[in-house]
Each structure stands twice: as structure tokens, then as C-alpha cells.
């Protein structure tokens, strides 16, 4: 008899036991569902007055040649990808992003010991900016002095070359650049 007394008690600990872990899983499921409308989101917000931005090749006061290219081409890829405008021609765009590059340097991290050859060298590139609604003159962000860096191994046997560098700070002032125009809060 105490066998059969002690099934019950059995099922009413599992029924009970149940039932917290789906009394669990329906609050986790409302925390999920509420949380994302408090406010916080992961990306930033974009102004919603422009559709369209226009990104034409910045001017170049240096003797470094293509650089501009190479920029004004990270700057569309960036603002396609991570905005919700189009870049379009100046003429019909909403907004424009324009400046110019206005120093590019090169400096030495690190000397090998023996000898004093470069070890790693770093690159500089720095621009000024302005994001413009083009309908009324407004400037939307303006930087003057905005830099990035990259940087690269010029002794062997890596062997790197100053236009890695290059490159990788041109991307980054790209995704800098583009972040600058998330609204303000």
C-alpha cells in the first residue's frame, strides 16, 4: 500500500515541477518579446528626412595618388550597407557627403633591434567633412581633422606594403564617417 500512496505524491511533484518550467519559459518569452520596445536598439538611427546621398570623389591635397578613389568607393559600400539611403549623382540626391584628404603621413612603431630597420609603420590619413541637405544648404555633420590609422610590416618575411595600410585606414575612416551620421540624441 505505501507503494501505491507514494505514486500520487510522485505525479503531483512532476505536475508542479512542470509547471514552474513552463511558468519560466512563458516569462522569458514576455521579456523577450517585451524588451526590444524600451527603446534600445542595436544599430544606430539614421535621419529619416533623407532618402538619398550623394558621395563625390573627395579632393586629394596630397602626392598620394588614387587614395581618393579608393575612399570615395568605401564610402558608397559602407553607406549602401549599414544606412538606409542610396547613394545617387549629386544631382538628384538629397544629401551630399564631400571633402578633401588633407594629409596622409607615415611614421615607425617599431625598429628592429640589429641593424634599426622598420619593424611596423603606421599610416595616417586625415580629411575634412560635411554631410549637407542639399535642398536647403544645412550642414548635417561637419569634421575637420577626422583621421584613421592603419598600420603594416615592412620587414621580412611578412613583407607588407604601405598600400595595406592604406587601405585599412581608408576603411575605417569610411565606417567612421558613416557612423557620424547616425542621428543625435
Known sequence: ????????????????????LEAAWMLLCI????????????????????????????ENHTFHRRVENELAEALVKQIEQRTPYKVTDAGSADTILEGGIRQIDQVMVARHRPGGLPEEM?????????????????TLRQREGFEA??????????????????????QRLAEDMVATMQASW
Open 31 to 58: 521579456i523577450a518579446v517585451v524588451l526590444p520596445g524600451c527603446g534600445y536598439t542595436g544599430g544606430g538611427t539614421y535621419p529619416a528626412a533623407y532618402r538619398t546621398v550623394a558621395v563625390p570623389i573627395f
Open 122 to 138: 603606421e599610416v595616417t590619413i586625415v580629411v575634412d567633412f560635411a554631410w549637407r541637405d542639399q535642398r536647403t544648404g544645412e
Open 149 to 170: 590609422v592603419g598600420r603594416y610590416a615592412p620587414a621580412r618575411p611578412v613583407g607588407q606594403r604601405f598600400e595595406s595600410a592604406q587601405h585599412q585606414a581608408v
Open 1 to 20: 500500500m505505501p507503494l501505491v500512496a507514494a505514486r500520487p505524491a510522485a505525479a503531483t511533484s512532476r505536475r508542479r515541477a512542470r509547471s514552474a
